[in-house]
C-alpha cells in the first residue's frame, strides 16, 4: 500500500508539474509556427525585395522583419529581461541585407522564446506596464504572439502586392 501511494503522488506530480507548462509551451508552439512561416515567406523575398515598401513613410520588407524582432526583445524587457548585451534594440531597424535580418529575426525568437519559459505560473497575473497600457504577464506574452501574426500579415500583404507567393500556400 506503501508503494502504491508513493506511486500516485509521484505521477500527480508529475502532472502537476507538466501542466504548469501547458500555457508556456501552448504559447510557444503557436509563436513558432508564426516564426516558421515568417522566416519561409522572408526567404521568399528576393534581397532587393527587402527594400521594398508600399509606400514612403510605411516600412519596407526589412524593416518590418527586424520591427518584430525588435518587439520581441521589448516584450522581454517587459517581462523583466534584459535583452543580450550584444543587441542593439533601438538600433536593429539599421540591419541590412537578408542574411543579417533573418539571422537577427531568428535571434530574437530564440530569445523569446526561451524566456517564456522561464515565467513561472505564479507570476501570470503581475500587472506590467506596456507604455501607458497596463497587462499582467500572462497578457504580454500573449502580444508576443498577437504581434508576430500582424508583422506574418502585413509581410503577407507586402508579398502579394509584388507578386511573392506565400510557399505554405502553393
Known amino acids: 500500500m506503501k508503494k502504491l501511494i508513493i506511486l500516485f503522488l509521484s505521477l500527480f506530480t508529475l502532472v502537476v508539474s507538466a501542466q504548469e507548462q501547458i500555457v508556456q509551451s501552448s504559447l510557444k508552439g503557436l509563436i513558432s509556427r508564426n516564426q516558421e512561416q515568417i522566416v519561409a515567406l522572408a526567404n521568399a523575398f528576393s534581397e532587393e525585395q527587402y527594400d521594398w515598401r508600399p509606400a514612403e513613410g510605411i516600412r519596407s520588407v526589412g524593416e518590418a522583419i527586424l520591427h518584430a524582432a525588435q ?97 505554405w500556400s502553393n
Open 71 to 167: 518587439a520581441n526583445y521589448y516584450l522581454a524587457s517587459i517581462l523583466g529581461f534584459t535583452p543580450p548585451e550584444d543587441v542593439d534594440m533601438m538600433g536593429m531597424e539599421k540591419i541590412k541585407g537578408k542574411e543579417h535580418v533573418l539571422a537577427a529575426f531568428n535571434k530574437s525568437f530564440a530569445f523569446i522564446l526561451e524566456k517564456i519559459d522561464e515565467v513561472k505560473p505564479e507570476d501570470f497575473g503581475i500587472e506590467v506596464d506596456l507604455g501607458g497600457n497596463k497587462f499582467n504577464k500572462l497578457g504580454a506574452m500573449m502580444i508576443v504572439l498577437e504581434h508576430s501574426g500582424e508583422h506574418k500579415g502585413q509581410l503577407i500583404a507586402y508579398a502579394r502586392s509584388i507578386g511573392v507567393v506565400p510557399p
